[in-house]
């Protein structure tokens, strides 16, 4: 990626990445995948769409919802 700072990408713009998934992930598609980007940048993608958008975040925002997750802050989002 070039060094603009960017929100959303294509995935297919980010060859050669190792895109990863939670092990809790389900077997029918409902995953979030990251993939670590040069720098200081994290991408987020849906695996049903592995072409579609990819959300990139520096390593600061996600680690900040991460913690929030972490602490319970989104347990409302899934009941």
Not at 5 to 21: F, Q, Y
Not at 29 to 51: F, T, Y
Not at 67 to 77: H, S, V
Request: glycine share 8%.
């Amino acid at each position: 990626m070039n060094d603009m700072p960017r929100t959303s990408t294509s995935a297919a713009e980010l060859p050669g990445v190792r895109w990863r998934k939670s092990r809790h992930s389900g077997a029918i598609g409902n995953c979030v995948e990251v993939a670590a980007l040069d720098g200081d940048q994290v991408a987020m993608r849906n695996s049903r769409d592995p072409q579609g958008t990819a959300l990139v975040y520096t390593r600061a925002e996600i680690a900040a919802f991460v913690a929030g997750a972490k602490d319970g802050e989104f347990d409302d989002f899934i009941n």
